[in-house]
């Protein structure tokens, strides 16, 4: 387990680094893309962890956090971040969403989805 486990990990730390590069170079479309793909790696290294399996084959922020049964132990600006991320995954795949995502994806929201996820991630990997 704790090699699939790294393995999560290792991706979630890969997809964080990535969302950084994104957001210094004012690719700001691609931040909340990258912060939602770094979170919910980090749900299914957790999930293994918990539930001693194969995480399941969902993009969903909350479901992957209540299915590994962290959900009910996040605190409200945690549960506050899911939401906010949640729909960025399938938003930044469209072209349809893309000019909705460019007005509303701003630095000043990109800093603080980088703040915010980057805590995200630290206490989770606390439990780890």
Not at 44 to 60: L, M, S
Not at 62 to 78: C, D, V
């Amino acid at each position: 387990m704790t090699e699939k486990i790294r393995y999560w990990t290792d991706l979630s730390e890969y997809d964080f680094d990535t969302a950084l590069l994104m957001l210094n170079g004012g690719k700001y479309l691609y931040v909340g893309f990258m912060c939602h793909q770094s979170v919910e790696k980090i749900l299914k290294a957790y999930y293994i962890k918990e539930k001693k399996g194969q995480p399941p084959f969902v993009h969903n922020l909350i479901l992957l956090a209540e299915k590994s049964e962290i959900y009910t132990i996040l605190s409200e600006e945690q549960k506050d971040l899911l939401d906010l991320l949640n729909p960025l995954n399938i938003e930044a795949r469209y072209p349809t969403y893309k000019d909705k995502l460019f007005k509303s994806l701003t630095k000043e929201k990109c800093d603080f989805l980088i703040k915010s996820t980057k805590e995200f991630l630290e206490w989770i990997k606390s439990k780890l």
